[in-house]
């Protein structure tokens, strides 16, 4: 199992990483512009399985961004070989990276707060003598 991505596979497997691969796209085009596949082969920076990722993912979260306004893409003419496309973040990407990245901080938070409350029942608990159950 892949740590971060729960158990299941299928349609609520797929929601998630879409979630947590648009804020790293944007990230990684926060740096500078790139090509997908480059984006693609640096993912496993952010803890994704580049074996088992679908690369179609990818390119579909870049589309949907672009949709959105948050990147463009524009053909490399400096390209050899096939053209590939170069995506940018654009003022709205930047934005909403910002809004992912806050929110990230929070939940990362409230994440450490059910840990350490957890942490702290389970001390609690070690350290307390059990109870004998009289019949």
């Known amino acids: ?12 497997r797929r929601r998630r990483v879409m979630s947590f691969l648009q804020p790293c796209l944007l990230f990684m085009l926060h740096r500078g ?12 920076e952010f803890g994704f399985n580049l074996e088992r990722l679908d690369p179609s993912l ?21 390209s050899q070989g096939p053209q590939r496309r170069v995506y940018q973040i654009l003022p709205d990407g930047e934005e909403r990276l910002a809004d992912w990245i806050a929110d ?14 957890y942490e702290d029942q389970d001390k609690h608990s070690k350290s307390q003598p059990e109870m004998s159950q009289e019949s």
């Open 33 to 44: 512009q790139a090509h997908g596949y480059s984006l693609l082969n640096q993912l496993d």
């Open 104 to 117: 990230l901080r929070r939940t990362h938070d409230d994440i450490n707060r059910l840990l350490t409350a």
């Open 58 to 78: 990818v390119y579909r979260a870049l589309r949907e961004m672009e949709e959105s306004g948050w990147v463009i893409s524009s053909w490399d003419e400096q």
């Open 1 to 12: 199992m892949e740590p971060g991505w729960g158990r299941g596979r299928g349609l609520g």
